[in-house]
T-cell receptor
């Protein structure tokens, strides 16, 4: 079946540095990708999405990069702040139009 | 949380008892979803609805049923709760599965413990 995976369960980042969170997917036909942020005890919050006709999309302090050749996407957070501490996970649209989610990377921001 | 509420927010129940979780939205979105979230797993789809009285199974639907009698309410029922159903349950909504976005908006979650 289709799968979505993240490379690291935990990422420790110093405040002010850039964070990079990675995600791999298996279905080469996937054409829509999304990133969520989930703070402890809360529901996931939309960060940014990208369609397969783009390689890069930027938001406020975040950039998503899509490499369809190797079926990989990444979320970059610029100048990481304590408020960025959370679990981040990607979602990939599957063949039936539903989102398949990765397990998530816990980002820990240290002073 | 984009006009989505879930009730109850926390529940402890005993094995074998029925449990119903409620999701209520004020966005008038067509699509509604129930997910469970467990350590080491991504969100896994239990059931979803694409309109009033229109529902379908997700990847982990065994032991769960749903109903949607109104646009704003989507109920998830565990007919006879088991310990393996201890989890955090999230409801999500989406306006469409159209060309623009498949973005889903999530509720705050319900933490269910089956003893």
């Amino acid at each position: 079946g289709e799968s979505v995976g993240l490379h690291l369960p935990t990422l420790s980042v110093q405040e002010g540095d850039n964070s990079i969170i990675n995600c791999a997917y298996s279905n080469s036909a996937s054409d829509y990708f999304i990133w969520y942020k989930q703070e402890s005890g809360k529901g996931p919050q939309f960060i940014i999405d990208i369609r397969s006709n783009m390689d890069k999309r930027q938001g406020q302090r975040v950039t998503v990069l899509l490499n369809k050749t190797v079926k990989h996407l990444s979320l970059q957070i610029a100048a990481t702040q304590p408020g960025d501490s959370a679990v981040y996970f990607c979602g990939v649209k599957d063949s039936w139009g539903k989102l398949q989610f990765g397990a998530g990377t816990q980002v820990v921001v240290t002073p | 949380d984009a006009g989505i509420t879930q009730s109850p927010r926390h529940k402890v129940t005993e094995t074998g008892t029925p449990v119903t979780l409620r999701c209520h939205q004020t966005e008038n979105h067509r699509y509604m979803y129930w997910y469970r979230q467990d350590p080491g797993h991504g969100l896994r789809l239990i059931h979803y609805s694409y309109g009033v009285k229109d529902t379908d199974k997700g990847e982990v639907s065994d032991g769960y049923s749903v109903s949607r009698s109104k646009t704003e309410d989507f109920l998830l029922t565990l007919e006879s709760a088991t310990s393996s159903q201890t989890s955090v349950y999230f409801c999500a909504i989406s306006p469409s599965l159209g060309l623009e976005s498949y973005e889903q908006y999530f509720g705050p979650g319900t933490r269910l413990t089956v003893t």
